[in-house]
DNA sequence: CGCGGGATTGCACAGCATTGCAACCACGCG
DNA sequence: CGCGTGGTTGCAATGCTGTGCAATCCCGCG
């Protein structure tokens, strides 16, 4: 009446073997006879049993699930990072087990808690934990340690508890220079840099740096920091930094391409600004949108191959390798945000 | 020296007390003295023990996990849909395992197996399969149906085997007429269709209705059918069709939001083309960008919480329950890219 | 024909938690 | 004071698979 999974006894039962031996019919590399292992698949087969790989797990020191812990996974590159990195966990034979940090969107509901998505993810004793959003605290990062599973950051800032964790950067202070220097380079004289409240990530780092090559350029850059990660951010950021015109910023560096494309599109569209006659736009990713034919958003690209690889790295190194920080390079890509260079070629 | 998970039996020992009371205390409504559940959690507390969720799925006929089957996880509605959903099941106490059918886009690679990512769900014992992406033959629903473990198929086709999946359907004909009568009352004589090569899903039932509707308003359709579902077949597909203007093509239906605006913006910033004047162009979904201000696509909504709702049921209904058919409505948003209806109203 | 050895196989236990059952405790009532 | 009762608790079995160890089988060689 009601089915029930098949469990190796009743292979067993059919093929006329031990149980054991079903295991190691399905254990590469395991002493069968090649007949009694063809028996027992044929039975297997036709009873559609498969191994039970809750119960392997229970046995073998570390599992085949990878948790994936990630906010904002509506944002244009964030989506596409977790899209490369679940398909190349998959190759691997890894499976993807996802803890969604998404606010709530209702009133009064709690916010989400990152401790909690780590406590989750270890009872179901996960391999390797990544973090994709939100800062890891210490006390997690020692957590993980403590029950033997690695911890991935990415583009997160390197705990104090640093020998713990794995830790995958891209360049932000670079990028963010790269951003300035070019800004600089179209001419702009009036600075803004855009970013939200979330004051944890890698996101502070390159506007950090942006604002410092700008001071060394001998700008100051106006900081508008306001709500959450989004593009909606980046709206109201370009109604409020450009409307009436009385500041007459003609350059915007957003940290992330969603909120660069929320200032941009609102420049142009809503107020009706050129860009990038009147206003240059510059972001940081290069998400798969930035490069349409509508944005065409010069920005600061993580490569996300070299991205994925070097957090696929990390996640299969051996469980006694120790922890490492892999740095990935960011190149500028020019489209059509920023106004083009004047006078010399940067060096 | 290398660290281990903590059991219930090293709780036990250190609390004085027998291994069933360790699980009881973590039992809610189970018989256990305040006082001992007390002791016991302090040392659980202590030594940073949690309950592992794998072995406990030993015993109760239904896990945790729910596994989701999906490609395209970088399209801008399925990445929000797969947002939306993940927050809703872990708002419930449900995990997420996902499977990501994305194509290896390396030369040679073999292409994904939908069989092969339902055995991987089933070998972790997932209580639901969601199917976001694919078409799902009868004999994976057999399959899954054989094993008590309940199907849920999202705008997919319904399988023959009708009665052991559930089915969610934004209503694709409704839809596709939708689009049609829009652009007859926009006034557009020459309307093309664009959809993908994937032919198992929903969208060909929205092509098939925008053709039949048009029909029985006196014009033929334009079908292009080629390639991914991406945003490039729409970049594709406005080229070929509009190029050289020998069609006058006048208004295009993407099955996709992504590929009306791969066509429209093509159509906009590379051929100059006028929309919604020279071309109108509709879409189907309403993912967040398409209300961008760059974009203001006019589109045909399904509503994401609808759906998501709808999903949710769907998951959480009892395993013997019978299995449903759950239809989300859609309505048209008109935004910027239709021109203004000539005439009468629409009935 | 007897024996050594390699290949195979089954037994039993490990791994972790849940749960039915029975033993146990104390307490209250007759 | 004895017994019934309700609440606790431990034992042992269950759920499913992996694996060390020993038993077994068969073959070949002396």
Known sequence: MEPRFVTAADVAR???VSRSAVSRAFTPGASVAPETRARVLEAAEALGYRVNRLARTLHRDRSDLVG???????NPYISAQFDALSAA???????????????????????PDLGRAVERLLEYRVRTVVLLSGAAPD???????????????INRPAPAAGALADVIDSDAAGGGRLAARRLIAAGCRRL????????????LARADAFCAEAASGGLTVRRWTQGPNSYETGVAAARSLLEGGAARI????????????G????????????????????????????????HRLTTVRQSLPALT????????????????HRAVAVDLVERGSVAPARGSAPG
């Open 139 to 153: 006390e997690l990062v020692r957590l993980c340690a403590a029950n033997g599973v690695r911890m991935v950051l």
């Open 89 to 111: 966990l998959q190759a691997e034979g890894l499976q993807t087990l996802l803890v969604n940090l998404r606010p709530d969107p209702r009133p009064g509901a709690e916010p």
């Open 309 to 324: 690889g070097a957090t696929l790295e990390a996640i299969l190194c051996p469980a006694d390798a120790a922890v490492s």
């Open 68 to 74: 994936i812990i990630g906010a904002n996974l509506g």
């Open 14 to 16: 059919r093929a006329g």
């Open 263 to 294: 200032a941009m599109n609102t420049a142009r569209h809503e107020l009706g600004l050129a860009v990038p006659h009147r206003l240059s736009v510059i972001g940081f990713d290069d998400a798969p949108i930035s490069a349409w034919s509508s």
């Open 192 to 203: 803004a840099v855009v970013l939200s409240e979330s004051r944890t990530s890698a996101k």
């Open 250 to 261: 003609d350059g915007i560096f957003g940290v992330t391409d969603e909120i660069a494309l």
